[in-house]
């Protein structure tokens, strides 16, 4: 089978095509599946590029990537899914370490030891092939409804994630969020901001990239306010500071999806009294700042703030961002796919420009005309969808 392999990650990285056997089910609660198409985010980038990944123990390369969409072609007697059932995966495996609680109690996500592994990522090969094998209990069915914008599902459930750990905290107060700021108009930045607008919340996005740019006009589609982070020439550059202040109102909810991390210490700055600050970005590197952090401090103090870092996500929030890509699609028809702007093929994956995505880029395993084919038959005659 085709599979796409980061090689010689010891020495001298390649990406490269390569052909590998077919997986066969181990256990009987295995399932094979036959992916249909793997979306790329930043992440996957670091590894094709910068070599961020890391292998399987014992091993010189890696399968990447982990925004999978596929059809379940074979499962074993003891498996939860069927032939036929469009499903997602889980990226995150939990340690081994008997004291890691977290681990043990089916939330990875929340590893204590570091130990984890997450496939395409570190430590295990991803679904960047034609077929996979996984346990049942890494797979999350995903309703043919929802076919054409399923592989998003991954990516939402980090948003989800985030809106699962926001309502517990502000279970300390009587919270009635008005307004939220993102920061960052990439895949992720999009998904927080039409999620919010999902809640009723009044979106403004803050990002690099012109007032008409595809993001920019995603996020009116949506009836966000988009706000530019470039200065016009000969100007200095616009400051984050300057234009949350400017709003009719704080933000009672701020994600910060760029990584840069002098931003996310702004981004603590503009705050609202009570609010909640979620840094969802990292990128590589040994920045520095100087930061006015006696004023911080009593600011989130003083004022309530709440600041929570998010990474990977469990099955819980995969259900419920499959719920809220469904609703997505009911508000805004047509959205989602709309973000999905570039369309390629395994055998291009080589040969991508990252700087060239538009918004994401999406490779088809299987041609999309074929997708239907591969479902449950009763599938087409009871839903109707498109890809």
């Given at each position: ?289 100087e930061i006015p952090s006696d004023a911080l401090n009593r600011q989130i ?87």
């Amino acid at each position: 089978m085709k599979a796409i392999r980061l090689k010689q990650m010891n020495s001298e990285p390649q990406i490269a095509l390569a052909d590998l056997p077919e997986p066969r089910l181990r256990s009987p609660q295995e399932a094979v599946v036959r992916v249909l198409c793997i979306g790329l985010d930043g992440t996957d980038r670091e590894i094709l590029t910068e070599h961020y990944g890391q292998p399987p123990e014992g091993e010189n390369e890696l399968t990447n990537g982990h925004e999978s969409l596929g059809v379940v072609v074979e499962a074993g007697p003891q498996s939860a899914v069927s032939a036929g059932d469009l499903v997602t995966a889980l990226v995150r495996r939990p340690c081994l370490e008997p004291g890691c609680v977290n681990c043990r109690n089916g939330r990875a996500d929340y590893c204590e030891s570091g130990k984890y592994t997450e496939r395409g990522i570190k430590g295990e090969h991803g679904y960047l092939a034609e077929y996979y094998v996984e346990e049942d209990r890494y797979l999350v069915k995903v309703p043919v409804e929802s076919l054409s914008y399923g592989v998003l599902a991954e990516p939402q459930s980090i948003v989800e994630k985030v809106w699962e750990q926001v309502q517990h905290v502000q279970q300390r107060l009587i919270w009635e969020p008005k307004t939220a700021v993102i920061l960052g108009a990439g895949p992720l930045g999009l998904l927080a901001a039409a999620t919010c607008r999902c809640l009723g919340l009044e979106v403004h996005v803050w990002s690099k990239g012109g007032s008409d740019s595809l993001p920019a006009e995603r996020i009116r589609e949506i009836g966000g306010v988009y706000r530019s982070a470039d200065a016009p020439p000969g100007e200095a550059e616009p400051r984050l500071t300057d234009y949350v202040r400017s709003l009719r109102r704080p933000p009672d909810l701020l994600f910060e999806c760029t990584g840069f991390s002098p931003l996310a210490f702004e981004a603590m700055d503009v705050l609202g009294p009570n609010g909640v600050l979620a840094l969802l970005g990292v990128t590589p590197g040994k920045r520095t700042a100087e930061i006015p952090s006696d004023a911080l401090n009593r600011q989130i103090v003083m004022q309530n703030k709440c600041v929570l870092g998010s990474v990977n996500a469990s099955r819980k929030n995969f259900e419920t961002g499959l719920y809220r890509l469904r609703q997505m699609e009911e508000k805004f028809p047509g959205w989602l796919g709309k973000l999905m702007t570039d369309r390629i093929r395994i055998e291009q994956v080589p040969q991508l420009d990252f700087s060239q995505i538009g918004i994401k880029a999406v490779v088809d395993v299987v041609p999309r005309d074929q997708w239907k084919a591969l479902l449950h038959p009763a599938a087409e005659a009871e839903y109707s969808f498109s890809v």
